[in-house]
């Protein structure tokens, strides 16, 4: 079983809209979860961690649920420069899983 | 502000041969880490380092070595190329013992023929 799952899509969106994704973990006892952004060819950059009380930055808010095991990003207004490929990311004891991403394309 | 410096960019390697990826980073980071990247597949963590004289096995060793001899140097080391490594390789260090945001470096792409 994959540590970190995610929807690939692509999820194929007009600006202005609202796109959530979600990803689940498998090991219970992982310790800080992180959502990254990735353009094509181009290295993976954080958009942001990921905490149990949600956290929001701008058009970006971020969920997690231990009990779940699932985290959650919701973007909101959706920008035609939001079109990347999202990874899911979870720490377990200084280890690094990455989901295999979801692509956003964001369509004028 | 150089952050986490690959190289090479791109390589190409016959089978069998071998070859380093190097990695250096200039902001004092205890943790760093070497990924692979297929298609489809996501990253996956070969090797990763919490200090100098530290390394550990990630996800994905087979067939690869490290050192981390400095703070700033991680290396990667193919002993033995296969067509199988054909990837792109990404280093990232983080100021975190592993828990921290991951810094990459712009990645290297390998073909193994």
């Known amino acids: 079983r994959k540590e970190v799952e995610q929807d690939p899509g692509p999820f194929n969106v007009p600006e202005g809209a609202t796109v959530a994704f979600n990803c689940t973990y498998s090991?219970?006892?992982?310790?800080?979860f992180f959502w990254y952004r990735q353009d094509c060819r181009k290295e993976p950059k954080l958009l942001m961690s990921?905490?149990?009380s949600g956290n929001e930055d701008g058009r970006f808010t971020a969920q997690l649920n231990r009990a779940s095991q699932y985290i959650s990003l919701l973007i909101r207004d959706s920008k035609l420069s939001d079109s990347a490929t999202y990874l899911c990311?979870?720490?377990?004891?200084?280890?690094?899983?990455f989901g295999s991403g979801t692509k956003l394309n964001v369509k004028p | 502000n150089a952050g986490v410096t690959q190289t090479p960019k791109f390589q190409v390697l016959k089978t069998g041969q071998s070859m380093t990826l190097q990695c250096a980073q200039d902001?004092?980071?205890?943790?760093m880490s070497w990924y692979r990247q297929d298609p489809g597949m996501g990253l996956r963590l070969i090797h990763y380092?919490?200090?100098?004289?530290?390394?550990d096995q990630g996800e994905v060793p087979n067939g690869y070595n490290v050192s981390r001899s400095t703070t700033e140097d991680f290396p990667l080391r193919l002993l033995s190329a296969a067509p199988s490594q054909t990837s792109v390789y990404f280093c990232?260090?983080?100021?975190?013992?592993?828990?921290?945001?991951?810094?990459f470096g712009e990645g290297s792409r390998l073909t193994v023929l």
């Open positions: 990232a260090s983080s100021y975190g013992i592993g828990t921290g945001e991951l810094f």
């Open positions: 902001m004092n980071h205890e943790y």
């Open positions: 990921v905490y149990s």
């Open positions: 990311v979870v720490n377990n004891f200084n280890k690094f899983y």
């Open positions: 090991n219970s006892a992982s310790q800080s």
């Open positions: 380092s919490v200090g100098a004289g530290i390394t």
